[in-house]
C-alpha cells in the first residue's frame, strides 16, 4: 500500500547548522508533496510544499528538493535557530485522495 | 489559528465505553480529514470525506466510524474503547482544489483508562 518513509527520527543540530530531513514514498501516483512543522500541544502546520512538476522550491531558510525516479523527497533548512526546534513530518499526497505522512523527525537546535 | 475548530480538547473515558469528536472544517472548505496520532507516533490516515461522502479509507478500525454533515461538520465515533485507543484525534480540512495543504485542527486528546 502507499507508504512514506522518513529519516532520521531525531535530529539535534548546533544553532546556525544545517539540517536535512529525508523521505521516501510508494505510491508512483503521488503528485503533492508538503511538510508539516508540530509545535508542542499543537497541529501541523504546513511550512513548505512541492509539486511533481518541479524539482526544487525554496522559502528564505527552508528549502525541498524532490526526485521523482527515485521517490525521494528531502526538506533543508539552514542557518538553524532555537525556534526551529519541533517535529517535522513530509507527507505525500496519492492518486487516491489521500495525505499519507511520514514518521516524523524531532529536531532539536542546541543554543 | 488555522480556522479548523475541533472538540472536546480533552476527553477521558473508561475501557469499553463510547465517544463522539466533532470538527468544523474552515469555512468554504469541503473535505475534512481525520488522522490519529498516538504518543512519539506519527500521524496515521483514518478517513476522509468530501461534501457528505466518504472519499478515502486508512486503517480505520471498524470500531471507529465518522461522518460528514450537510454543515459540512464532521464527527468521529470511537465505540468499544480500548487503552491503546488513547490518542490525539486530528482533524483537517483543505480546499476544493485536488492536492493541496491541509489545515488541522489542535486535535482531542483522548485518554482511556
Known amino acids: 500500500g502507499e507508504n512514506v518513509e522518513q529519516h532520521p527520527s531525531t535530529l539535534s543540530v548546533q544553532e546556525g547548522d544545517s539540517a536535512v530531513i529525508k523521505c521516501t514514498y510508494s505510491?508512483?501516483?503521488?503528485?503533492?508533496f508538503p511538510w508539516y512543522k508540530q509545535e508542542l500541544g499543537k497541529g501541523p502546520q504546513l511550512i513548505i510544499d512541492?509539486?511533481?512538476?518541479?524539482g526544487e522550491k525554496k522559502d528564505q531558510r527552508i528549502a525541498v528538493t524532490l526526485n521523482k525516479t527515485a521517490k525521494h523527497f528531502s526538506l533543508h533548512i539552514t542557518e538553524t535557530q532555537p525556534e526551529d526546534s519541533a517535529v517535522y513530518f513530509c507527507?505525500?499526497?496519492?492518486?487516491?485522495?489521500?495525505?499519507?505522512f511520514g514518521a516524523g523527525t524531532r529536531l532539536f537546535v542546541k543554543a | 489559528d488555522s480556522g479548523v475548530t475541533q472538540t472536546p480538547k480533552h476527553l477521558i473515558t473508561a475501557t469499553g465505553q463510547r465517544v463522539t469528536l466533532r470538527c468544523s472544517p474552515r469555512?468554504?472548505?469541503?473535505?475534512v480529514y481525520w488522522y490519529q496520532q498516538s504518543l512519539d507516533q506519527g500521524l496515521q490516515f483514518l478517513i476522509q470525506y468530501y461534501n457528505g461522502e466518504e472519499r478515502a479509507k486508512g486503517n480505520i478500525l471498524e470500531r471507529f466510524s465518522a461522518q460528514q454533515f450537510p454543515d459540512l461538520h464532521s464527527e468521529l465515533n470511537l465505540s468499544s474503547l480500548e487503552l491503546g485507543d488513547s490518542a490525539l484525534y486530528f482533524c483537517?480540512?483543505?480546499?476544493?482544489?485536488?492536492?493541496?495543504?491541509?489545515?488541522f485542527g489542535e486535535g482531542s486528546r483522548l485518554t482511556v483508562l
Open positions: 469555512s468554504g472548505d469541503l473535505s
Open positions: 512541492i509539486r511533481s512538476n518541479v
Open positions: 505510491d508512483s501516483a503521488s503528485n503533492y
Open positions: 483537517a480540512s483543505k480546499g476544493p482544489s485536488g492536492a493541496g495543504e491541509l489545515f
Open positions: 507527507a505525500s499526497h496519492t492518486g487516491g485522495f489521500k495525505t499519507i
